[in-house]
């Protein structure tokens, strides 16, 4: 679940399909061909700028620099830095990253929250991932890319939560006039006359990944393999307990997880 994306190649390939030379806009996907390349390339020059100088010291210099694209059309279709950056977020979002599905609640929260560690651990990918993140305290538009990036990546952590009800692992919600029994009863706390029970499946993934961001982003501590087990532990505490477990549908805010 980490910023730095493909290779320029693999990019293309994924997007192979089409071509166009409108100017891209952040949330939208855009066809493959020339236009493809180009924003791999910018992608990876935009990364690597922020790693080495971050984002006080990236310039559309140093991004036509090292992308081989003229700063002329870097201007004409991203118009700044601030754009270059929203921009390799949202390239970033466009992969075929999905979440893991080891056979067990336990298992796939585990196998998510070591996979954080990864991402910000890995030398080959650390860097930059970091640096994006970084980026999104310096950059209202970086952070607002940033928020809709981890938006839509805990929105595909969602069926992660609905293959553990179907499973049983969690409870699912009761339907009219039939109250559950056992642990299911204190998870769902169910009440007849209130709105049927729900899942906050947005809210339990990222339980998994915040204390790793904050040791990682917060306090600059390390983080392991051992702190991720601990992590989606508690994550998998704090569900079976009903602490995800809401009255009625999950409210939608803005930036966060539907």
Request: glycine share 10%; charged share 25%; hydrophobic share 40%.
């Amino acid at each position: 679940m980490h910023l730095s994306g493909e290779t320029a190649n693999e990019k293309v390939n994924e997007n192979a399909g089409g071509t166009g030379d409108g100017a891209p806009t952040p949330g939208t996907r855009r066809p493959g061909g020339r236009t493809a390349r180009t924003r791999a390339a910018v992608r990876d020059a935009v990364l690597a700028g922020l790693t080495e100088h971050g984002y006080p010291g990236l310039t559309v210099e140093y991004v036509a620099e090292h992308s081989g694209v003229h700063k002329t059309t870097l201007y004409r279709r991203w118009k700044d830095v601030e754009g270059l950056v929203a921009d390799a977020l949202d390239l970033a979002g466009e992969d075929s990253w999905v979440p893991p599905d080891t056979g067990s609640l336990e298992g796939d929260l585990r196998a998510l929250a070591r996979e954080v560690v990864a991402s910000f651990t890995d030398p080959a990918v650390a860097a930059s991932g970091s640096a994006m993140i970084a980026a999104g305290f310096q950059s209202e538009r970086a952070a607002a890319a940033l928020r809709a990036y981890y938006a839509e990546r805990f929105a595909r952590c969602e069926v992660i939560v609905e293959r553990a009800v179907h499973r049983g692992e969690l409870p699912a919600a009761p339907g009219p006039g039939r109250a559950p029994t056992g642990a299911a009863a204190d998870a769902a706390r169910y009440d007849d006359s209130a709105p049927h029970s729900t899942i906050d499946a947005g809210a339990l993934v990222r339980s998994v990944s915040a204390p790793l961001f904050f040791r990682l982003f917060i306090t600059r501590e390390p983080v392991d393999d051992a702190l991720a087990d601990q992590a989606a532990a508690a994550a998998l505490a704090a569900a079976r307990a009903g602490v995800f477990t809401t009255r009625g549908p999950v409210d939608t805010i803005p930036g966060a997880a539907p």
